[in-house]
């Protein structure tokens, strides 16, 4: 089955015949690199000439009105929505248009969706557990053991997410915040070198918004954060650079004072909740 | 390691306890009872029971893609024909010149059909090892290619299921042709031996009968086995969230393709095994009907369970020889409504019933069961 794969993917030659994969190449500039994408559903553009450039470690705010494009924007870094034109590069070396959803997931990108979802029929232990950065194949899969060391780690992110004394239960009976927490918790397990957050705050407390932009400030550096969210006081706390999305483009990019004093963003966005 | 795990869970411990107590009680009251007491087990019954354990292990195999994958196919049925047609022609190429056209090589439907020579894909079934091997490979085979095509054009939900009862129609409607040679809607019958086992004789039906509860304790190992795998958990997560569990890096069309291809050729097994105790198989194996039916089974029984399948092909071929004995016409009537009534007020089966009682029992009597002190997988 997996020959007959190779076979028929024909960018490829057999894997074992290349040479080992390298992570990603940031060496020559931004970790994300779109250029020029245009996605069209039914003859409504929801992207329109995108462009969009992430450093290597850097944590950007994407905020922008309802339908602006944001959540098709990750559909299509994620290899979920081809787009009509344009190009996508991860790093220097990986055209990200040329790769589905699990060569994308295990090159390093991570995603949480907008709509917060888990396995609700398994524990918030083996969520965890899946999300784990190893051999994703069937056959180690089917002989996968826990070992130590994966218990450890997933100790750690329990802690983290504040889920340790719920680790044995069903996620499905979990709140939506610590659905959203769980979520966050498996971004980490896969310690993915570019993590795309799509509204990790709706439907958190006070202090849970506090503790999610503790946490995703102290991810950036090491990794690189993309946060698509429209709790303005929450990008506010976290933002160091705003890109607003709107119809499909970039309307403004820069620090939050910058874009909310440009008159534009003022007229389309902001405009409306002030 | 991921087979032997299973072992030390309670509710397998349970299982295969009572399979094998049931089978040593069978076999004892058979063999030691006499004829005109009324605990004697006549040699009919223990092939009918050796028949409820080939529809059990059918069940399982349905339970493993449906209940845990998501898979409602609706034509398992096709891979167990697959698997019996196997067999039956193993069985047929036994009779050797006892047919009553005593041809040495041809079976009497080619001698009929006025065929000259054997078609070459009754090659090699003389030989055991071949057609047990044919068993598991043609079911398989069709598993693969059809998966493959499905899955990997990520055809799911009602629609796969339309496409499995469209295979298990296509193959029945084929394998009607005399022209296919296989005995078109005749089949395959008058077998005569099994590996030199006279198979009318009640010592060989006893055999068949305690074989096939060992393929059945075997194959519910086989996918329990996988259930409580990582891999099983996967095949969860790819059942509840699809699109979650590809962002994760699994490969959702292969953890498909796999878990598809092994319950295949599980139920390829339960068709071999199947096949000498009713002493015939014909196209009716494979009419999508059948295919439902093993679905109601498992609806019944409860699903995502395993042992509930078991339970439920046993319960409901148990009532249907009943009731088609009393009253035939109203059968498919009362399995219909039994589905509703099930559906309805039992939405987790008769599995759901005993879960909700003795809830905390289901763990592993070995909490250690998950950790890495096994050294090697
Ligand atoms: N698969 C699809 N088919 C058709 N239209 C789609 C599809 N996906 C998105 N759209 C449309 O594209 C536009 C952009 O949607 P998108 O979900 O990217 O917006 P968003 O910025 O994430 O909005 P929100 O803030 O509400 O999440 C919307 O008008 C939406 O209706
Ligand atoms: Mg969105």
């Known amino acids: 089955m997996s020959l007959f794969e190779e076979f028929a993917n024909r960018d490829r030659v057999f894997e074992f015949l290349t040479p080992v994969e390298s992570p990603v190449d940031v060496r020559h500039g931004p970790i994300l690199y779109l250029e020029d994408v245009n996605v069209s559903f039914d003859g409504f553009k929801a992207i329109n000439n995108l462009n969009l450039t992430i450093d290597d470690g850097e944590l950007r705010c994407i905020i922008g009105p309802n339908g602006a494009g944001k959540t098709t924007m990750m559909d299509i870094i994620t290899g979920k929505t081809a787009p009509d034109t344009g190009s996508v590069w991860f790093g220097s070396r990986h055209n990200l248009l040329r790769m589905n959803e699990p060569e994308i997931a295990s090159l390093g990108i991570g995603r949480k969706f907008q709509k917060p979802t888990v396995f609700e029929a398994l524990t918030v232990f083996e969520n965890l557990e899946l999300a784990m950065a190893t051999d994703k194949r069937i056959i180690p899969t089917l002989r996968a053991i826990m070992r130590p060391e994966y218990r450890e780690r997933i100790d750690e992110v329990l802690e983290t997410i504040g889920l340790k004394d719920l680790r044995d239960n069903l996620a499905g009976i979990l709140s939506h915040g610590q659905k959203q927490w769980l979520e966050i918790g498996m971004l980490l397990m896969q310690k993915p070198r570019l993590l795309l957050v799509d509204e990790p705050v709706a439907g958190m407390t006070e202090q849970e918004m506090e503790r999610t932009a503790e946490l995703l400030t102290s991810l950036a550096g090491k990794q690189s954060v993309v946060v698509v969210e429209h709790d303005m006081g929450f990008v506010r706390s976290i933002a160091r650079k705003v890109t607003v999305l709107h119809q499909g483009s970039v309307l403004a990019e820069g620090s939050m004072d910058q874009v909310s004093n440009d008159p534009e963003v003022i007229k389309v966005y902001l405009g409306e909740e002030a | ?377």
């Open chain 2, 1 to 377: 390691m991921w087979l032997t795990r299973p072992l030390r869970e309670r509710s397998t411990q349970l299982f295969l306890g009572v399979l094998f107590a049931a089978l040593a009680v069978v076999t004892l009251l058979h063999l030691t009872m006499p004829e005109d007491s009324p605990f004697y087990v006549s040699s009919f019954t223990v092939t009918l029971m050796g028949k409820y354990l080939c529809y059990a292990l059918l069940a399982v195999a349905v339970d493993l893609v449906w209940g845990y994958l998501g898979i409602l196919s609706l034509g398992h049925g096709a891979f167990f024909a697959l698997g019996g047609y196997a067999m039956g022609m193993y069985l047929m190429r036994q009779i050797g010149d006892r047919g009553t056209y005593g041809d040495p090589i041809l079976p009497d439907f080619m001698v009929f059909l006025n065929w000259q020579e054997l078609p070459w894909f009754w090659h090699g079934f003389d030989m055991a090892w071949f057609a047990f091997l044919m068993v598991i490979l043609a079911p398989g085979l069709l598993a693969l290619v059809f998966g493959f095509l499905a899955f990997r054009s990520r055809v799911t939900g009602v629609y796969l299921s339309i496409i499995t009862q469209a295979l298990t129609f296509a193959l029945m409607l084929a394998f009607f042709r005399n022209e296919m040679g296989f005995g078109g809607n005749n089949g395959l019958t008058d077998f005569r031996d099994l590996l030199g086992f006279n198979l009318r004789t009640d010592a060989t039906r006893l055999g068949l009968f305690i074989a096939s509860g060992i393929a059945l304790a075997i194959g519910y190992l086989i996918c329990r086995g996988i259930v409580t795998s990582k891999l099983g958990r996967v095949s969860v997560a790819c059942r509840d969230a699809e699109a979650r569990a590809r962002f994760l890096g699994y490969r959702v069309e292969r953890v498909q393709l796999f878990v598809f291809v092994v319950s295949a050729m599980i139920a390829g097994v339960a068709g071999a095994l199947y096949v000498p105790q009713v002493g015939i198989i014909n196209p009716s194996e494979f009419s999508p009907i059948f295919s439902i039916e093993i679905v109601v089974w498992v609806a019944l029984g409860g699903r995502a369970t395993l042992y509930g399948a078991v339970i439920g092909a046993i319960l409901v071929n148990y009532a249907k020889t009943v009731f088609t004995g009393v009253m035939p016409d109203a059968w498919l009537f009362l399995l219909g409504g039994l589905f509703v009534l099930v559906t309805v007020f039992l939405p987790r089966g008769i599995a759901g019933l005993l879960a909700s009682r003795r809830k905390k029992q289901d763990e592993p009597t070995d909490t250690d069961s998950d950790t890495g002190k096994e050294a090697t997988a």
